[in-house]
């Protein structure tokens, strides 16, 4: 996955609606499906746990197939993006501990993974105005790029591909 510039006002914006549907979605789904099997299959004495807890897994399920169907819609496009994003990020955060110390030892996919790392959370930071931990960022960021001036290497975010965290 390739960083690429999004527009801030509209990814807001684009998320903020997906997540109303989604919250009002479950809403109406779970309550309109549990009622329906509460109707169908209750008793007047009986406890309807395990049916409004089928209204909400139901609900659950069709949300998370309309997320799926319609990922590709333009509309969708900086959300699933973010959504991507975020997921490398957990998945190299996850590493971090191992590959940032390679990092003085000048290996070259290590600083390959934190350059991505670093510009793609900069980047996610920035698209969700969290600029209190800009500061720490910047300053992991700097080391990285002393290490790369030191050896004298050049890198891009388009280098990073994700098969390289195997190695760690």
Known sequence: MQL?????????????????????????????????????????????????????????????????????????DEVVYVWNLKHQLNRIYRKQRKIEPLIDESNFDAMVIMNYFYQGSKQLYELDDNTITLDDLAIKFNHLNDRLEQTGLKLTTDEYDPSMLDRF
């Open 4 to 76: 690429r510039p999004i527009d801030k006002n509209r990814y807001s914006k684009h998320y903020k609606m997906v997540f109303g549907v989604i919250v009002l979605a479950l809403i109406v789904i779970s309550l309109s499906t549990s009622a329906l099997l509460i109707r169908v299959f209750s008793t007047p004495d009986a406890s309807n746990f395990v049916l409004n807890l089928a209204g909400v897994v139901v609900a659950a399920l069709l949300v998370s197939y309309g997320l799926y169907r319609f990922r590709h819609h333009p509309f969708m």
